[in-house]
């Protein structure tokens, strides 16, 4: 069901990335454009990671080929496939935080979407791109994991929840001028 809800995600991102283009589009139509590409290769990463899960499913499945193995190396097979999956994800990730920094850029622009939203998700994005580069470049990252989840979480949860709410309750008012461009 896990995997199940990560292909919903990933299909989802697709809508979203298109429905934003659509909405900034007004604002600049090549960032708005490029936003959405980098939305899309985040989506398209993360499908690949995906194959890892699957992998781990297959080793988790209990098939009569797999008694070669024995159960230690069963369970590293699984966690190398784990670790893959949560490396490719981070690799996503980055393309994330740059779709993140242009949205929030092209938000802050826009005359009908208020700037703190862009300037949040500004903040959001850095702390996406910040907090995967350090997965790849810290070796003592574990030691840091916490710090960097709240450098990460905090400002994610606040930008993007933020932007979702006001799409929910405010995004069908947008101005007529803007709705005529889009």
Partial sequence: MGI???????????VVAWAL?????????SLSLLAAWFRL???????????????VLQLSGGAG?????????????????LNSFNDTWLIGLIFFGIHLFLLGYL???????????????????????????????LPSYADYETIFMLIVVVPGVIGELSLTLWLLFKGAKIPETAAEQI
């Avoid at 990463?45 to 699957?54: D, M, R």
Wanted: hydrophobic share 60%; charged share 10%.
């Fill in 41 to 55: 290769v985040n989506g398209t990463i993360f499908g690949i990671a995906l194959y890892n899960l699957f992998s």
């Fill in 4 to 14: 199940l809800s990560f292909i919903i995600m990933v299909i989802f991102d697709v």
């Fill in 21 to 29: 283009y659509v909405l900034l589009k007004p604002v600049n139509r």
């Fill in 65 to 81: 080929y797999l008694n070669v193995f024995e159960t230690g190396q069963l369970q590293a097979q699984v966690m190398l496939f």
């Fill in 107 to 137: 938000i802050f622009r826009s005359d009908y979407i208020p700037g703190i939203l862009g300037f949040l998700l500004i903040i959001a994005s850095l702390g996406y791109l910040i907090d995967s580069f350090a997965n790849f470049l």
